[in-house]
């Protein structure tokens, strides 16, 4: 059974710390590359970090660079977002996606992420 589980969210002030977790199983996860998205309310999908598979290459949206770091543990099955620096438009649920080959795409349930004093 595929499954994606993120983990880590929660609420924390402006300029704090969080980092989410993307454990993946029942599919052959260093094939993938993993994307993280968020979702604020009433705003659509916006894709934030992401990460190849293979050379684990990286990259953010310019709203995150510099605040967000994205990696990968392929032994582990998991992915992670340190997220410092945080700012209230920061807020939103974490999705977690893996996209294969032959645009095969999975999706975790999200974590929700409030920076807020």
């Known amino acids: 059974q595929v499954q994606l589980v993120e983990s880590g969210g929660g609420l924390v002030q402006p300029g704090g710390s969080l980092r989410l977790s993307c454990a993946a199983s029942?599919?052959?996860?260093?094939?993938?590359?993993v994307n993280w998205y968020r979702q604020a309310p009433e705003k659509e999908r916006e894709l934030v970090a992401a990460i190849t598979r293979g050379d684990g290459i990286m990259n953010y949206a310019d709203s995150v660079k510099g605040r967000f770091t994205i990696s990968r543990d392929n032994a582990k099955n998991t992915v992670y977002l340190q997220m410092n620096s945080l700012k209230p438009e920061d807020t939103g649920v974490y999705y977690c996606?893996?996209?294969?080959?032959?645009?095969?795409?999975?999706w975790g349930q999200g974590t929700q992420v409030t920076v807020s004093s």
């Open positions: 996606n893996a996209l294969g080959y032959w645009s095969v795409s999975y």
């Open positions: 029942g599919f052959t996860f260093s094939n993938f590359a």
